[in-house]
């Protein structure tokens, strides 16, 4: 008996040791050396792994679930001169602490390398040897049609782009209509921000960024603005406000903004995703599948316990490598995401049809069904055009499956098609060019990024020709809309997400006196006794549909021919009119008018708000950084 209950004890010891831990944490908080405040937004990366993440407000980071081992830590920042802490040592179930205090850069900045040293514990050497196997990506995956097969292959060399073939789609600037010949502009809304994050990455790497690079809404709807939340069953809040134009004294502006309803998170509907990765060759770069897999780890630690995940994989041809797995989990799921290498060919067309049908068989009724595409856009075998792409988006959305897209890489990145693809998906689009926008897309805006609560999203206005001369939308032109598309409900618009913001301006010529009427051979134009008395400069209207709704509904709000001076607006106009002067800025926008640096600089750093996440004040840094460049041109 005394022998059994020794192999009893025994046993229960091995396994204790068998399910301990293996796993630590890295925290640590992120100053300025010049002045000691805290740095929002900085990027912390675990060197050589997919672990990172990005300072909050308090400039505090944390990284959770490091393997036991010695690191080296890198810190980064616009503005700020990178640092490297080395021999950082993670021991099971601690948290090491490793603080910064970032010097501001200088033409002659180099980065600063730190050198800790720590004694590392025989049980963490095997153990970090281990890790390096694991990271090392000795053996890839190419993924064979099929819901279960994978064919592990030995990994090629990286693959090293020597030329440009990134592709944006040709923008012609809107015009300047006189409201007498066309009273109404019509447009879905656009709750992409992809273009802002792309054109920061231009600008960080000491470039100009190209003019069709420069969508000015997305730069626009990148930031939050301080919108009031919506009132009773309403998905989303209208916000107007109507003030001088920066750029051009003799015009004035109109701003408009819609703020989506937040969820609470214990609130928010249970989810079936399927991450569809591209882990084709032309994923073989730090910027691709590396930072890929680190965004995709900060998303799988956000997801709920009953979410169901699986990931489709494509290169060569297309495969199943998780099959549904619940947000319990997180081992297994995370597993896969470390186990991805590149190679290959691009079948994208075929991931994509995976990616529907594996989401179609999980299908929630009562849920949020969504695929997150991650690539680089750069589809070549099978269904690869952009036409072809978007039929096939098109038809699948019909099941109630949104797309979510993120773009990764320089080079050959396919951004005109990964704009088409969401638009056609019911979906949005972000670029992620470092670890701070995966934190901001995948774990601050995660409501916003997974969960509608409103679709086919339609904006028209009609300007009142008594008070309103012209107009112009400031951006918007990838997304126009016939005015007769306002009230057919057929026609497919903009999503908007839990807690989105999204702000559209548009450029006015005010009316001098009143308008004449313009006599032609056919019809008569003239404008109504109303018109002249009302105090009205125009009037908003706003239709969208339930998210599983196919029946619109249509909000009315009106703005007064009450023009604010632009000292008495609020931080949401302010800073959103500096960040459209920016864009047209970068454009040299034909509208441009007496736009200028100094300006946009003035009106950002007077609106800067909250800024919990710093995103407005490295739009400052980014400012005096184009205008750098620019006077060396």
Same mark, same amino acid.
């Given at each position: 008996?005394?022998?059994?209950?020794f192999i009893i004890a025994v046993?229960?010891?091995? /396994?204790?040791?068998?399910?301990? !831990?293996? #796993?630590?944490?890295?925290t640590g908080t992120i100053t300025?050396?010049?002045?000691?405040?805290?740095?929002?937004?900085? *990027?912390?990366?675990?060197?050589?792994?997919?672990?990172?993440?990005?300072?909050?407000?308090?400039?505090?980071?944390?990284?959770?679930?490091?393997?036991?081992?010695?690191?080296?830590?890198?810190?980064?920042?616009?503005?700020?001169?990178?640092?490297? /802490?080395?021999?950082?040592?993670?021991?099971?179930?601690?948290?090491?602490?490793?603080?910064?205090?970032?010097?501001?850069?200088? !033409?002659?900045? $180099?980065?600063?390398?730190?050198?800790?040293?720590?004694?590392?514990?025989?049980?963490?050497?095997?153990?970090?040897?281990?890790?390096?196997?694991?990271?090392?990506?000795?053996?890839?995956? %190419?993924?064979?049609?099929?819901?279960?097969?994978?064919?592990?292959?030995?990994?090629?060399?990286?693959?090293?782009?020597?030329?440009?073939?990134? $592709?944006?789609?040709?923008?012609?600037?809107?015009?300047?209509?006189?409201?007498?010949? =066309?009273? @109404?502009?019509?447009?879905?809304?656009?709750?992409?921000?992809?273009?802002?994050?792309?054109?920061?990455?231009?600008?960080?790497?000491?470039?100009?960024?190209?003019? %069709?690079?420069?969508?000015?809404?997305?730069?626009?709807?990148?930031?939050?603005?301080?919108?009031?939340?919506?009132?009773?069953?309403?998905?989303?809040?209208?916000?107007?406000?109507?003030?001088?134009?920066?750029?051009?004294?003799?015009?004035?502006?109109?701003?408009?903004?819609?703020?989506?309803?937040?969820?609470?998170?214990?609130?928010?509907?249970?989810?079936?995703?399927?991450?569809?990765?591209?882990?084709?060759?032309?994923?073989?770069?730090?910027?691709?599948?590396?930072?890929?897999?680190?965004?995709?780890? @900060?998303?799988?630690?956000?997801?709920?316990?009953?979410?169901?995940?699986?990931?489709?994989?494509?290169?060569?041809?297309?495969?199943?490598?998780? $099959?549904?797995?619940?947000?319990?989990?997180?081992?297994?799921?995370?597993? /896969?995401?470390?186990?991805?290498?590149?190679?290959?060919?691009?079948?994208?067309?075929?991931?994509?049809? @995976?990616?529907?049908?594996?989401?179609?068989?999980?299908?929630?009724?009562?849920?949020?069904?969504?695929?997150?595409?991650?690539?680089?856009?750069?589809?070549?075998?099978?269904?690869?055009? #952009?036409?072809?792409?978007?039929? +096939?988006?098109?038809?699948?959305?019909?099941?109630?499956?949104?797309?979510?897209?993120?773009?990764?890489?320089?080079?050959?990145?396919?951004?005109?098609?990964?704009?088409?693809?969401?638009?056609?998906?019911?979906?949005?689009?972000?670029?992620?060019?470092?670890?701070?926008?995966?934190?901001?897309?995948?774990? *601050?805006?995660?409501?916003?990024?997974?969960? #509608?609560?409103? =679709?086919?999203?339609?904006?028209?206005?009609?300007?009142? !020709?008594?008070?309103?001369?012209?107009?112009?939308?400031?951006?918007?032109?990838?997304?126009?809309?016939?005015?007769?598309?306002?009230?057919?409900?057929?026609?497919?618009?903009?999503?908007?997400?839990?807690?989105?913001?999204?702000?559209? +301006?548009?450029?006015?010529?005010?009316?001098d006196n009143q308008p004449e009427?313009?006599?032609?051979?056919?019809?008569?134009?003239?404008?109504?006794?109303?018109?002249?008395?009302?105090?009205?400069?125009?009037?908003?209207?706003?239709?969208?549909?339930? !998210?599983?709704?196919?029946?619109?509904?249509?909000?009315?709000?009106?703005?007064?021919?009450?023009?604010?001076?632009?000292?008495?607006?609020?931080?949401?106009?302010?800073?959103?009119? /500096?960040?459209?002067?920016?864009?047209?800025?970068?454009?040299?926008?034909?509208?441009?008018?007496?736009?200028?640096?100094?300006?946009?600089?003035?009106?950002?750093?007077?609106?800067?708000?909250?800024?919990?996440?710093?995103?407005?004040? $490295?739009?400052?840094?980014?400012?005096?950084?184009?205008? @750098?460049?620019?006077?060396?041109?």
């Amino acid at each position: 008996m005394k022998n059994i209950t020794f192999i009893i004890a025994v046993l229960a010891l091995l /396994a204790s040791y068998a399910f301990a !831990p293996t #796993t630590g944490t890295i925290t640590g908080t992120i100053t300025s050396k010049s002045t000691g405040k805290p740095l929002a937004g900085v *990027n912390v990366t675990v060197d050589n792994t997919s672990f990172g993440d990005a300072t909050d407000g308090r400039g505090h980071y944390t990284i959770k679930n490091v393997p036991s081992g010695r690191y080296s830590l890198t810190v980064s920042m616009l503005g700020f001169i990178s640092e490297t /802490a080395q021999n950082v040592i993670v021991n099971a179930s601690k948290t090491t602490t490793v603080d910064f205090d970032l010097t501001e850069t200088s !033409p002659a900045s $180099e980065e600063v390398i730190i050198k800790t040293e720590q004694p590392v514990m025989d049980q963490d050497k095997s153990m970090l040897q281990r890790i390096k196997q694991k990271l090392s990506g000795e053996k890839k995956m %190419d993924a064979v049609m099929g819901m279960s097969e994978v064919r592990m292959l030995a990994a090629p060399a990286p693959c090293v782009a020597d030329f440009n073939t990134e $592709e944006y789609r040709t923008i012609t600037e809107n015009e300047f209509f006189e409201t007498m010949k =066309k009273p @109404l502009s019509t447009f879905s809304i656009d709750v992409d921000a992809a273009s802002y994050s792309n054109t920061r990455r231009f600008l960080t790497q000491g470039q100009l960024p190209p003019k %069709d690079a420069v969508r000015i809404e997305e730069f626009i709807n990148y930031f939050d603005y301080d919108y009031p939340e919506p009132k009773a069953n309403d998905p989303f809040s209208i916000y107007l406000e109507y003030s001088a134009c920066p750029w051009n004294e003799q015009h004035n502006i109109v701003h408009i903004g819609l703020k989506g309803r937040s969820i609470q998170k214990d609130k928010q509907l249970k989810n079936n995703l399927v991450f569809l990765l591209d882990v084709s060759g032309s994923m073989n770069s730090p910027d691709k599948l590396p930072l890929l897999k680190k965004a995709f780890r @900060l998303l799988v630690n956000e997801l709920n316990p009953n979410d169901m995940i699986s990931i489709v994989v494509y290169a060569g041809a297309a495969g199943l490598v998780l $099959e549904p797995t619940p947000g319990s989990d997180k081992e297994n799921i995370l597993a /896969a995401i470390d186990n991805l290498n590149a190679g290959g060919s691009t079948a994208g067309g075929a991931g994509i049809q @995976l990616a529907y049908k594996t989401a179609k068989e999980n299908l929630l009724k009562e849920g949020n069904n969504r695929i997150i595409l991650a690539t680089d856009g750069d589809f070549n075998i099978g269904v690869s055009s #952009t036409s072809e792409l978007t039929r +096939l988006v098109e038809d699948k959305r019909k099941e109630g499956i949104f797309l979510t897209i993120l773009g990764f890489g320089m080079g050959n990145i396919k951004d005109n098609r990964l704009e088409q693809l969401a638009d056609k998906g019911n979906g949005n689009y972000a670029y992620i060019d470092n670890i701070m926008e995966a934190k901001k897309v995948l774990v *601050n805006e995660i409501g916003a990024t997974l969960f #509608t609560i409103a =679709k086919d999203v339609k904006i028209q206005v009609e300007f009142n !020709p008594a008070k309103i001369k012209s107009y112009r939308l400031v951006g918007y032109e990838n997304r126009l809309l016939t005015d007769k598309d306002f009230e057919d409900d057929t026609k497919d618009a903009g999503e908007i997400g839990a807690g989105h913001t999204v702000t559209a +301006l548009y450029e006015v010529v005010p009316a001098d006196n009143q308008p004449e009427d313009y006599k032609l051979k056919y019809q008569e134009t003239k404008v109504n006794k109303n018109a002249t008395s009302s105090d009205e400069a125009l009037t908003v209207r706003i239709r969208y549909k339930q !998210p599983d709704g196919s029946t619109s509904t249509e909000i009315v709000n009106v703005v007064k021919d009450k023009p604010l001076a632009l000292s008495k607006t609020s931080d949401n106009y302010r800073f959103s009119v /500096a960040v459209a002067e920016f864009g047209m800025i970068l454009r040299d926008s034909q509208f441009k008018g007496n736009a200028n640096m100094k300006n946009v600089t003035q009106l950002a750093k007077a609106s800067l708000a909250k800024d919990e996440f710093g995103y407005r004040a $490295e739009f400052v840094r980014l400012v005096d950084t184009a205008e @750098l460049l620019m006077k060396q041109q």
